[in-house]
Structure formats: C-alpha cells, structure tokens
C-alpha cells in the first residue's frame, strides 16, 4: 500500500477540446473512511465520453465539476479498509469514486463484483455501464427486430459494440460506423456485424449506406451525431425508431452546432426519436447484468478492452476517447491485485 | 344543377412558393358516374398545409400530383346521382375528391356525413381529418396530463385550435402559438388557451415562452418548425413528448432548411420526438368523431370556420394558409344546398 495518494482535479474548464492542461494531478494523504465508509484502492479507472459534460459549467444529464474538484468516474477497486461500510478487506467493489489511487466512498455507493462473473475490469465495460446502456438502448428504446436493419455509431466503442451484438441477437441485421480499417474487421470479423463502414475512408455517408443498408434504415442507436447522423436520418424507414444515446462528435464545439432540419423528414416516416440515460432504468439493472454476463459466457457477446497503465495515463486515455484512439472498453489500470 | 363542371389543374410545379400561376381552371362536362359509383356536387371544399407537398415532385407523404392531373382535397357534398354506389340523391357525404364543382367517386370511397352533429362542413374540420389529426396527437403522441405544459404552433389553425382545446380537456397548461394580435384574443378568450404568443410581435420566441411557459415545456404539438420549434426545444423538461404533425414554415424551402441541431439536448431531457401521420388510426376514426362530436355538442370544444366564396377563390384559400390568413378550418364554399 502506498503511504501517499494522487488524484486528478479539474484545473480549468476547457473551452473546446480538452487538453493536458484541463487536469492537475496532486498529492494529497491517503484518506481516511468515515463511519459507514471504505478506502478503496483503484484497480481500474473508467473513462466515458459524459464526463467531458461534466466539465463544462453549461447543464448537462450530470451536474458539473466545480474547477479545483476532484474529478470522478467509474472505478473498480479493492476494499482496503471498512469502518463498517458492509463489505471486508479484499472484496472487489465497483462504483463512482475519484480519479485517485485510493478513496473513500460511503459502502451504500459501492456494489460487489463477482469475480467470478468474468476479469474485474468488466464491471467498467460490458457487465457495467456502458454494457447496460446499450443494452436498456437497444431492447427499450431502438427495439430491432428479426426483420430490421439497425444502424449503430461509435460502433467499434463500449457502448456501441455491445448494441450492435445485442441487435444481431434480436436478429437484426447490424451495420456499425467506426473509424478505421482495423475496427470494421473488428466488428465483422470478430464481433458478427453484418457490414461495417470505415467514416475516415470516405465523406459521402450515405452511399456508404445505401449499399451496406440497401433497405434503409429500421433502428438506429446513435452514440456520434452530426453528419453521420444526418446521412441515417435521411435513410429511416416507416416506423423507424432512434436511440439518442451520445453525441461524442458535437461534445468539444464551441459554437452551437448546426445541421439539416430532421423534423420534417419525421412525419412522413412516421419515426420516433428517443433520447435515454441509463440511470433511468437502475431498477433493472441487476437482471440486465445477469443476462449480459450469460451471453459473454455463452460466447454470443464478445468485448474488448484498451487499457492504458498507470493513473498518470488517465488524460490521455480520456482524450483519445475523442480521436476515436480505443476499440471496445478503454480503461486505466491504476493498480494490480499485487502490487 | 350546372350543365358544365370546373375543376382546378397543377398548371406546374411550384418552385418554393406556390401562386397563381400553379393552378389552372379548366372548364370540363359533368362526368357520369360508373358502376358503383356516385357523382358528388361540392358542397365544400378543404385546402390544407400537406398539400404543398402533393405539388412537388419529390418524395412526401402522399403521392405527388402529377402536372395536369386534377388537385384533389377533402370535400363535403350532396350525392347527385348513385350508379349503385350505396348511397341516395340529396345523401350528403365526404370524401377525397377534385378540386371541382362535380366529381365522381365509388362509393366505397366515400362517406356519409351526419347532419345532425353539426353544420356539414364540420366533417372537414373540427369533426373531419383536422380535428381527428388533433385528437389522436395529442392523446396518443404529446400525451399532455393534468400537471403538464402543453405548447401548440399553428394554435388559430384547424388542428392547433382542436389540439390545443383537448389538451386543456387533460388538465393541461396549454399555450399556443400565433401570428396576430386577433388571434391570440381568440385563443385566450374564446378557446380558453391558458396563453397565447404572437409571434408576429416578437423575434425572442425563447423570452416569450420564459414567461408564458414558466415551468418549461412537458408536452409539444408541433405545426410550424423552424425557430419557433427550436425555442420550444430549448425548453423541454425531462421525459417531454413532440408530436410532429407539421411544419408549414419549412413547406415552401427551395434549399434544405438548417438550424440547431437538436439530438444533444434530447439525452439529457430523454425526450421522445414522434412524427405522426392520421391516416395511421384510421380504425380509430369513427369513435374519435364521436367524441369530438360529444365536446362540441357540450360546448367543451370550441371551432371557427374561415370560408372563401366560390371554387374559383380555392387557389387564395390555400396560399392563405401559409400567410397565416385563416383562423380556424380553411375552408372554400363551392355551392349552396338550394342552388
């Protein structure tokens, strides 16, 4: 155990893209847990395209970080110390604490983490959050069917990775937009995706799609808006339904971002555009875990991880978030079991 | 009865703005009915927004006309003569018929109009496709309830002022946009509109809604587009509903219109946004006319009627509606029962 602690606190809030300057890594005491609370030591440190919301004073689904505050994020760590918080020295627990080698946290906000469930790491990615989203997105707000063409972004992404794999099990047939040559292999080859199309090769999105998606578009789960988003609408067909579940492309503008008017276009098309936050649907998030941990372990849903090391890497690995850097899950380890 | 007909032509594709140059009258015979099919004398003739998009050439929600073809509107009239159609001479019915002083049409493509439940050319307005257009977007779209804030555009029109009436029969809060002075009076004190904005006064749509709409905005009806919509977009509370029926400022667009893009917001608002067409509740539509017709009849909901005299003003009835110069159902009066 370290005698000494480091965490990150906002330095000042970016105006645009974020940079190393909007962080500060500081010293401090390894805290001590109140009553009711546990240390928790950082094994792994999320890093997910909402906090970049929270940095702006602007409103946003989560409040703003305060310049000077430590910044917060989804971790998974080991209980160090329980000053009876409800769980014991060596437990793995998972929940939103600081960017920080250790913290505290009140044990009301920790959850356990089954081990034996998968790698640890996985309760940050696709048995966590981004798992969940995608899968309350996909099954409660998008609703693909056997019939359906389901359209993701960000699809290579946490979040959209599992989407498109959960569309295919609904039987749809799933085409994913990424960012490179090396994630379209990933979502054909390993993640099952019927088409995928590289963004970076070309500007005219919606050619691209009239020959991946010939018979337009049923259900779209969009994580990147703007004019990959404009090409899909374009392409919705009756009855069609979207899942607004990110717009990472839009989060750095400084200016109000402009783009074709898509109401009209919804009349006709009789479409639905639904935006949703996981939060909403907390009181299921146990049965949605469980089902997601039995499709991993059946095989039927395969994830990935970009792990960066050392807590120190954590603004690179947040920033790459916006240069599309990861495939699958990206993660800090900060620590291991070890150490 | 006239020994001649007249019909109204597409004369050409507008480009933007529709004008007179759009229509051609043409002097024609009566036709005659074939089996199973009934000639129609208009009594009344109905010019509605959608239309503008019939006269173009590109893809709508219904099938363009083509250049020469007869314009085609909902029409309430008196059977002339029955070829087996199902109905008698002096049955007055309602269908989709010519722009024409005669039509004919099989008789199961119309329908018999009840004169007992109001004046016959309600069956084109409060009691016809406007008022059921209304009924079934805000009950089964917007879904204003008792503690919401209900905002209409469009809230003189045929459908806003119905629309804007239920949603009061909910419980709602209910505040309507419109473009006079007069018209304002008219949904504050005669439809009972909790507020009205005229927009023609002001260019800070956002400032206007501030006070007019307090506590943001729950539930949206949607017939205009354009600024007034993207103000109200800035104001939707957490789990809002738009009903998109409309978007009259947008019809007449040579280029495609730009402006906010509005995907960002919906995730944290997770507001559902719902393009609506009324053909879609057609098993619907008879127990909705009942119970529009029962709101009339109580005095609960309230209709004005703005009648042009004589098929040849059918042209400036309809370039009116996208001036704004109609305060309720526009409606065109082609002939009188004792003519």
Redesign the interface.
Known sequence: MRDQNRQFRLAKRPEGKPDHDTFDLVETDVPDPGPGEALVRTRYLSVDPYMRGRMSAG???ADPWEVGDPLRGGVVGEVVESNGAGFEAGDIVTGDLQWADYATAPGTALRAVDPDLGPVSTALGVLGMPGRTAYFGVREVAEPGPSDTFVVTGAAGAVGSVAGQIASLAGARVVGFAGSAEKVAFLEDELGFDAGIDYSATDDYGAALDEAAPDGVDAYF?NV??PI?DAVFDRLNVDARVA????IS?YNATE??????????????????????VG?FAPRFEAATERLAEWVASGDLQYRETVTEGLESAPDAFLGLFEGENVGKQLVRVSEPDE
Chains 1, 2 share one sequence.
């Open positions: 409103e946003s689904y969009d808006g703007g988003t607004v579940c990110g717009q839009l109000r971002p402009t783009g074709p008017r898509k109401l009209p276009g919804l009349v006709s098309k009789r479409a639905r555009v639904e935006g949703f936050l909403d």
